[in-house]
């Protein structure tokens, strides 16, 4: 599975349940600032906060943006309701792994949205934009969840230039693993089996 971060709360995913690649975006909404990419050709869409402004898609990508349950094209994704009206929060399952996307929140989640986005592999989550989580908040959520990998996004890039960088966040929760990576390549027997890994994605 490959992950890389497109800014804001995007996030690509390229995972192969079976023996052809499938290609998730995550949140490809179009950014006020900074430079994004203006088409995209997924299998998969999924939007956290509906589809309204969001880029132009090619293809014939498979749309998601409500809560429930889907099996597409080898991919079981489980969406909950988020805090507001419109917003969802995800969990990826592919390759025998787990990936919840909580989208931008800033508190921490109900008892429902623990249920569906418990015993995952890697959680990705906000840090440091005004509407994400602060370091305090976000690391509660990490020992609540206790992923095995954590993934932030929505610090400060050139989509968003007034949020925090992530420096404060790692050392905070006393990550050494500061260098940021195009991508991130994981596969089920590379997972940590006790301390989280923080895993920090340069902006593509």
């Known amino acids: 599975m490959h992950i890389s971060w497109l800014g804001n709360t ?40 509906g589809e309204e402004g969001a880029i132009t898609l090619s293809g014939e990508p498979f749309i998601f943006s409500s809560p429930g349950e889907v099996d597409t094209r080898g991919v079981l994704i489980t969406s909950v309701d988020g805090h507001e009206a419109g917003q969802i929060m995800l969990r990826i399952d592919s390759e025998n792994m787990t990936v919840a996307h909580v989208g931008m929140i800033k508190k921490q989640l109900t008892a429902r949205q623990l249920e569906v986005l418990s015993n995952i592999d890697i959680l990705c989550l906000p840090v440091g934009h005004p509407d994400s989580f602060d370091n305090e908040n976000a690391i509660k959520l990490i020992n609540e969840i206790e992923p095995k990998i954590v993934i932030p996004y929505a610090f400060n890039s050139d989509n968003d230039p007034d949020a925090k960088v992530i420096d404060s966040f790692l050392k905070e929760i006393g990550s050494k693993n500061g260098a940021p990576e195009k991508k991130v390549i994981i596969k089920e027997k590379d997972l940590p089996e006790e301390d989280t890994l923080v895993m920090v994605l340069e902006k593509e």
């Open 10 to 49: 995007a996030i690509k995913i390229q995972t192969k349940p079976f023996d052809k690649d499938v290609t998730i975006v995550i949140d490809p909404y179009k950014q006020k600032k900074g430079n994004f990419p203006r088409s995209l050709t997924p299998d998969i869409a999924l939007y956290t906060r």
